[in-house]
């Protein structure tokens, strides 16, 4: 990948998108798995409210923030009504409070050694990207890059449709959407009231990806219940919720594993162990890009968790498995056009699009399912999840012109 805008048009947006994912990033927006309401989280909220402000500013029609917190907004054009989503939430697993970006003007290359906690940030495509001017978080929090980044790059987008009305483009359907880290973005989304042809998640990686295939998703929660007493008087009496939820991991095969698994192979993933004696709880996302196969992962984990509870006649487990979102493959695969305008949108930006599945969802997954069929687009963001995550300026700049280049392939379309 070779550093540098892709675009005259890419170095025009660029420190107007930069500012405003700077700007949005220092808000905490993290998810909370257990939501009692929507959104999860009040910072979620706060982005919303921050937004509609920014879009009526822009002189956007029908901007809302709803009851929810979804965030919606027109700004009408010739054609038929294409969305433009992306998510206010960040990841629920690592902190998103006192966000401090750092922009590395001119990055020379090599490793990137943030100032606290002893993180580096030190891959292939980070080297390939010298030259950039590549933003990271401080070591302590994620960036938000997953998925602010996107939100700036639509934002960013349509303030130069604004200021340039002669530019083509259909009517555009904004929609900023809560929760989707936690799987619940799609929940309360009206797709009938949205009322677009199709839609793009600007929510991916690598710039110029474009991904019309994704997981197929579920959970797993698992309760384990033991005996406690007291531990001086434990003999032939204790048993140990929490051991037994250690042998429970300790039996799921390895070779299933997030860190052991690639390309198109699932993975079983245990994401959150609580608890004590008397009870603990194991939590648990199983991915697939095969329903079939998907929940044969599921009944694999019942079966070894079944049978190390077993083994203790006073123990006891209950197990609960839900779907979370399913491969949009299927579901977009009748509208090549949604995908044909989008190749060709990244390509006039200068970049070849790259059509792989995407390990993990987005909200356009359910979306998808639901009716209204959403490929997702790249937004320049890499190591999400993590206090590693970093994006450059450019590829957010690269990511906002192809936005403009929708625009453009959808404006008059029948």
Request: proline letters at 7%; charged letters at 25%; aromatic letters at 6%.
């Amino acid at each position: 990948m070779m550093p540098g805008f892709t675009s005259p048009l890419a170095g025009e947006l660029a420190e107007d998108v930069l500012e405003r994912f700077l700007r949005y990033v220092r808000i905490d927006t993290k998810a909370e798995l257990d939501r009692t309401g929507c959104p999860s989280t009040p910072g979620q909220l706060e982005l919303g409210r921050l937004l509609v402000a920014e879009l009526e500013e822009i002189g956007l029609e029908d901007v809302e923030q709803d009851a929810n917190g979804y965030v919606f907004a027109t700004m009408p054009g010739n054609g038929p009504s294409i969305g433009l989503l992306a998510h206010l939430d960040t990841s629920p697993e690592v902190s998103g409070a006192g966000v401090e970006p750092i922009v590395h003007r001119g990055y020379a290359g090599g490793p990137i050694e943030l100032p606290r906690n002893g993180v580096v940030i030190d891959t292939a495509l980070l080297r390939e990207q010298a030259g950039d001017d590549v933003v990271t978080a401080s070591g302590d929090t994620l960036l938000g890059a997953d998925d602010k980044a996107g939100i700036a790059e639509i934002v960013g987008a349509l303030a130069h449709l604004a200021a340039h009305p002669d530019l083509p483009r259909p009517t555009l359907r904004i929609g900023f959407l809560p929760d989707e880290e936690i799987g619940m973005g799609p929940e309360l989304f009206d797709v009938e009231r949205f009322a677009a042809r199709c839609a793009y998640t600007m929510d991916g990686s690598t710039r110029g990806e474009l991904q019309a295939e994704s997981f197929t998703a579920a959970e797993i929660l698992l309760t384990v219940r033991g005996v406690d007493i007291h531990p001086g008087f434990a003999a032939d009496k204790m048993v140990n919720a929490l051991r037994l939820a250690g042998r429970i991991l300790a039996a799921l095969p390895e070779d299933a594993a997030p860190e052991t698994t690639a390309d198109r192979e699932g993975f079983i993933h245990p994401f959150d162990v609580r608890g004590g004696t008397a009870q603990a709880t194991i939590r648990l996302i199983v991915r697939d890009f095969e329903e079939e196969l998907l929940w044969d992962k599921v009944e694999q984990v019942r079966a070894i968790a079944e049978e190390i509870v077993a083994a203790e006649a006073a123990a006891r487990l209950d197990f609960a498995a839900h779907a979370q979102y399913p491969n949009m493959r299927d579901h977009i695969a009748p509208y090549p056009e949604v995908l044909d305008k989008a190749e060709r949108a990244i390509r006039a930006e200068g970049i070849e699009p790259i059509r792989t599945p995407i390990r993990g969802g987005t909200d356009g997954s359910r979306l998808s399912a639901m009716g209204l069929p959403t490929p997702n687009v790249f937004a320049g963001g890499h190591e999400f999840h993590s206090p590693r995550e970093w994006l450059t300026m450019q590829d957010m700049a690269a990511a906002s012109a192809v936005i403009v280049g929708l625009a453009r392939e959808w404006a008059g379309a029948s």
